[in-house]
């Protein structure tokens, strides 16, 4: 790799790095498991930087790869490296938090999406903790975007289901 392609490729990991490690994360439950899916992804961003670096939506990309590490990883029994020293959690807000802002509320929310069958999980991480838009979470997924707005239908309507304060008689289809 080219001196100037490697660092294009340290300044994207820099920046990305910790949506992609939030992403896996909220993916898997476990920050060690979110660890080992990241780094494949990165590994396997590095072999392939020559060709993907000038892709229209390299953001988007980099989820599918880190979707596809995922799915490989649920597959595999190995568990492995640490590669960072605690969870990826949101950075501090810089004013007062607001009244049902709590570290409890978002436990009870990341307990929740664990609780969420995996594939509206998946659809909801990309759709509203990536900030990924639907065509490029049905891209991401290799799915329409019809399913990818079916799926988000569900996924939050179980959600709201698995929420402590969630009142079934409230999700409308």
């Known amino acids: 790799m080219q001196a100037t392609q490697q660092q294009e490729y340290v300044e994207f990991v ?11 994360y909220l993916l898997t439950g476990d920050g060690d498991r979110a660890d080992d899916v990241v780094q494949q992804t990165l590994v396997q961003l590095y072999v392939k930087w020559h060709r993907v670096r000038d892709a229209d939506d390299l953001g988007a990309y980099v989820h599918r790869m880190l979707v596809n590490a995922f799915r490989q990883e649920r597959r595999s029994r190995w568990r492995g490296v640490y590669l960072f020293d605690r969870t990826p959690e949101p950075p501090p807000r810089a004013g007062p938090p607001d009244e ?28 509203f903790y ?8 049905a891209a991401v997924l290799g799915c329409s975007t019809g399913n990818v707005k079916s799926q988000t239908a569900r996924g939050l309507a179980a959600l709201r289901r698995q929420l402590p304060d969630g009142n079934p008689k409230e999700v409308r289809r």
């Open 14 to 24: 820099t920046g990305a790095t910790p949506k992609l490690r939030r992403t896996a």
């Open 130 to 137: 990536a900030d990924l838009t639907v065509e490029q979470t």
């Open 100 to 127: 049902g802002d709590t570290v409890a509320d978002g436990m009870a929310v990341r307990a929740a999406l664990a609780a969420v069958p995996p594939g509206q999980r998946v659809v909801l991480v990309l759709r």
